[in-house]
């Protein structure tokens, strides 16, 4: 019983702590005033520790003049920008040096370029009028390729952030500005073919059909050396297309 009452105590004493932090720093912002660099510290971990970002006294928070400066490690570049994000929000009148490190990969490159590679192939988004391609080299991630929507270059490389062990992210996706009338003849003509009809379902389909100045690339993996022909053959005879590239791959 004594255990649980000294417990109790902790937990409002804590509470109280936080409130007069947060009532101190309404009134600082009120009157145009900086927290003192105690009071500062204390709120700067309370939303390190709110965001879940904080735990284990894994981010270390110091006070150098008008600096907050952050060490420490994380499990992931997101977790690292986040860190940041909630540390400037704190005030504005201090610079953010943020020295954290990104905790080191625990698998191999190829385990975590398959993981990438099935977290991008699941999102929504990701459609038959994008392909992208991953590699990684020592937890540094590539990614390549061609998206429909400009938005979603930014939102894979932000998914990419949040998975364990990935220490940087070099973007190199491009935009197609939309698969267009040729493109979406083009997936009508292969998906409505008795040939390829009913793949489109799948998570990630075996055609991937990437428009770019009238030329359309052809990306994935089918069966046989006659499904690639047949691919680029319709899209050849039955659109408009400049030409056709033809980079499917038969699955071995």
């Known amino acids: 019983m004594k255990a649980k009452y000294q417990m109790y105590v902790k937990v409002f004493m804590l509470l109280f702590l936080i409130s007069g932090i947060l009532t101190t720093q309404s009134f600082a912002q009120d009157s145009g005033q900086s927290l003192s660099k105690s009071n500062l510290k ?10 879940k970002l904080l735990t284990n006294d894994n981010i270390k928070v110091d006070i ?4 907050i400066i952050l060490s420490g490690t994380v499990p992931t570049i997101y977790a690292k920008n986040q860190a940041e994000t909630e540390t400037r929000s704190v005030d504005e009148n201090y610079l953010v040096i943020n020295n954290l490190k990104v905790e080191s990969q625990t698998t191999s490159d190829l385990e975590l370029t398959n993981q990438i590679l099935k977290k991008i192939q699941s999102n929504t988004f990701y459609s038959v009028f994008d392909w992208l391609t991953v590699s990684s080299n ?11 929507l400009p938005w979603l270059k930014d939102q894979f490389q932000s998914e990419v952030e949040k998975i364990s062990g990935v220490k940087s992210v070099i973007n190199k996706i491009q935009n197609t500005f939309g698969p267009g009338e040729i493109g979406f003849r083009a997936a009508r003509l292969i998906y409505n073919d008795p040939m390829f009809w009913g793949t489109q379902y799948s998570v990630n389909p075996p055609i991937h059909i990437i428009v770019n100045n009238a030329t359309v690339y052809l990306y994935g993996t089918v069966n046989s050396e006659a499904e690639k022909s047949w691919a680029a053959n319709i899209i050849s005879f039955k659109t408009d297309a400049f030409s056709v590239e033809n980079y499917l791959e038969v699955r071995k």
């Not at 020592?138 to 429909?148: A, E, I, P, S």
């Open 42 to 51: 204390i709120f700067v971990q309370y939303k390190l520790a709110k965001a």
């Open 138 to 148: 020592n937890g540094v991630v590539t990614l390549d390729g061609w998206v429909h």
């Open 64 to 67: 150098d003049d008008n600096k």
